[in-house]
């Protein structure tokens, strides 16, 4: 059984996006800071005919992440897909006149060089199994800076970058890496199925080779 992991679940997108890989037949880890959390939610999916484990990181503690990750494949089988999607803390939407080196270097731990530490862990199992997916999912100063967003105004870009070079470099691997930049909170962009709609995308996404970077919605009809 292949194995997925969410960088980030919680009971919105990480439960819809697990619901629509465990329908494929992907077992999922569950990956965030709080244990408890992720055996509810678990436990939750597990209820929908899920097979999903919940594993606590902080992905700003890069040997914690990979360790998490690593027991993931021991339990579950290889990681074949992964999904980095952490929600930023509210300190990283502070007005650029506010950023501090400290909080802007919190802010690059967190997006891009938790995924560099994601990454590491999980791709030589992708290249042993000959495919594998990685989608990031980031808002809209990933791609357009906000001064009132300062943190992900900094970090969201690098991790991009970073992305959009695995993008290229592991084309030919059969190894797809891809970014859904949804600009916005997903319960004000009216989608017609709400969040199953995302899910949706980024199975699209992980399933098929494309482009590296997806808008859910045209930037300029979100907010952030």
Same mark, same amino acid.
Request: cysteine-free; glycine content about 12%.
């Given at each position: 059984?292949?194995?997925?992991?969410? $960088?980030?679940?919680?009971?919105?997108?990480?439960?819809?996006?697990?619901?629509?890989?465990?329908?494929? *037949?992907?077992?999922?880890? /569950?990956?965030?800071?709080?244990?408890?959390? +992720?055996?509810?939610?678990? %436990?939750?999916?597990?209820?929908?005919?899920?097979?999903?484990?919940?594993? %606590?990181?902080?992905?700003?503690?890069?040997?914690?992440?990979? %360790?998490? /990750?690593?027991?993931?494949?021991?339990?579950?089988?290889? $990681?074949?897909?992964?999904?980095?999607?952490? +929600?930023?803390?509210?300190?990283?939407?502070?007005?650029?006149?506010?950023?501090?080196?400290?909080?802007?270097?919190?802010?690059?731990?967190?997006?891009?060089?938790?995924?560099?530490?994601?990454?590491?862990?999980?791709?030589?199992?992708?290249?042993?199994?000959?495919?594998?997916?990685?989608?990031?999912?980031?808002?809209?100063?990933?791609?357009?800076?906000?001064?009132?967003?300062? *943190?992900?105004?900094?970090?969201?870009?690098?991790?991009?970058?970073?992305?959009?070079?695995?993008?290229?470099?592991?084309?030919?691997?059969?190894?797809?890496?891809?970014?859904?930049?949804?600009? *916005?909170?997903?319960?004000? +962009?009216?989608?017609?199925?709400?969040?199953?709609?995302? %899910?949706?995308?980024?199975?699209?996404?992980?399933?098929?080779?494309?482009?590296?970077?997806?808008?859910? $919605?045209?930037?300029?009809?979100?907010?952030?």
């Amino acid at each position: 059984m292949p194995t997925m992991a969410i $960088i980030g679940a919680g009971p919105n997108l990480g439960a819809a996006v697990a619901r629509r890989f465990g329908r494929e *037949g992907f077992s999922v880890a /569950l990956v965030s800071r709080d244990q408890q959390k +992720l055996d509810a939610l678990a %436990a939750e999916l597990g209820a929908d005919g899920v097979t999903a484990r919940g594993y %606590a990181a902080d992905v700003r503690d890069g040997a914690s992440l990979e %360790a998490a /990750l690593g027991r993931a494949a021991e339990d579950l089988g290889e $990681i074949t897909a992964l999904q980095y999607s952490p +929600l930023p803390a509210r300190e990283y939407l502070k007005p650029v006149l506010d950023l501090t080196p400290e909080l802007a270097l919190d802010a690059l731990s967190f997006s891009a060089l938790g995924l560099i530490s994601a990454v590491r862990a999980v791709l030589p199992g992708m290249r042993r199994a000959g495919e594998g997916s990685i989608v990031l999912i980031n808002g809209g100063t990933s791609v357009k800076a906000r001064a009132g967003f300062a *943190g992900t105004s900094v970090a969201f870009p690098a991790e991009s970058a970073y992305g959009e070079m695995l993008h290229d470099a592991l084309a030919d691997e059969g190894i797809r890496v891809a970014q859904l930049v949804i600009p *916005g909170a997903i319960p004000k +962009l009216q989608l017609e199925n709400g969040i199953d709609d995302v %899910a949706e995308r980024v199975w699209e996404l992980a399933s098929t080779p494309g482009e590296f970077r997806t808008m859910l $919605i045209p930037l300029e009809e979100g907010r952030e």
